[in-house]
T-cell receptor, first 112, second 109 residues
Framework: EAAVTQSPRNKVAVTGGKVTLSCNQT?????MYWYRQDTGHGLRLIHY???????EKGDIPDGYKASRPSQENFSLILELATPSQTSVYFC???????????FGKGTRLTVV | GQQVQQSPASLVLQEGENAELQCNFS?????MQWFYQRPGGSLVSLFY???GTKHSGRLTSTTVIKERRSSLHISSSQTTDSGTYLC???????????FGDGTVLTVKP
């Protein structure tokens, strides 16, 4: 099964600070995704990527940037963290479009 | 945007009973994936099912693309089946995997 590793697993950040969430996958998947999960909203897509150098806006991109410097790595960047960005963030990868997607274990972010 | 509706929102069973979970979506798509999630846990892929019926142990997934629906059947439920079941249709036009809100299943001993 595909291995998707997220770091850190837990993070406490201060309002206005910069936060970077990292995701690494070792299965040479082209597509990678960042979601956030909140009670009452389910899983919502923030950014995704089709390969190294590509980033696409998902359904809720405001306040987030993404970076895909290599096939293996996909980062989510919060330049100015706000308490509303307190959530659990999941990274996922898939070989290509329309193939099975695999998730990391999640990062719990608290912005105080 | 694409809308995904799962039903029921929650379900309580006695161990041994069967469950049928439904997923309906409002736009055309190309495949469906079902996930299982424990509270506070990650998402585990149960089925990647572009169309038709697939089986895995006590689980069966059926997707009918033309009718924009998919179902997940759990037979002879066990307490360890408790958790949230999420469906995620995939739209190759947008490249997005969009999730329903899930069905919370509780299986009592």
């Amino acid at each position: 099964e595909a291995a998707v590793t997220q770091s850190p697993r837990n993070k406490v950040a201060v309002t206005g600070g910069k936060v970077t969430l990292s995701c690494n996958q070792t299965n040479n998947h082209n597509n990678m995704y960042w979601y956030r999960q909140d009670t009452g909203h389910g899983l919502r897509l923030i950014h995704y990527s089709y390969g190294a150098g590509s980033t696409e806006k998902g359904d809720i991109p405001d306040g987030y940037k993404a970076s895909r410097p290599s096939q293996e790595n996909f980062s989510l960047i919060l330049e100015l963290a706000t308490p509303s960005q307190t959530s659990v963030y999941f990274c996922a990868s898939g070989e290509t479009a329309n193939t099975e997607v695999f998730f990391g274990k999640g990062t719990r972010l608290t912005v105080v | 945007g694409q809308q995904v509706q799962q039903s029921p929102a929650s379900l309580v069973l006695q161990e041994g009973e069967n469950a049928e979970l439904q997923c309906n979506f409002s736009t055309s798509l190309n495949s469906m994936q079902w996930f299982y999630q424990r509270p506070g846990g990650s998402l585990v892929s149960l089925f990647y099912n572009p169309s038709g019926t697939k089986h895995s142990g006590r689980l069966t997934s059926t997707t009918v693309i033309k009718e924009r629906r998919s179902s997940l059947h759990i037979s002879s439920s066990q307490t360890t089946d408790s958790g949230t079941y999420l469906c995620a249709p995939y739209n190759t036009n947008t490249g997005k995997l969009t999730f329903g809100d899930g069905t919370v299943l509780t299986v009592k001993p």
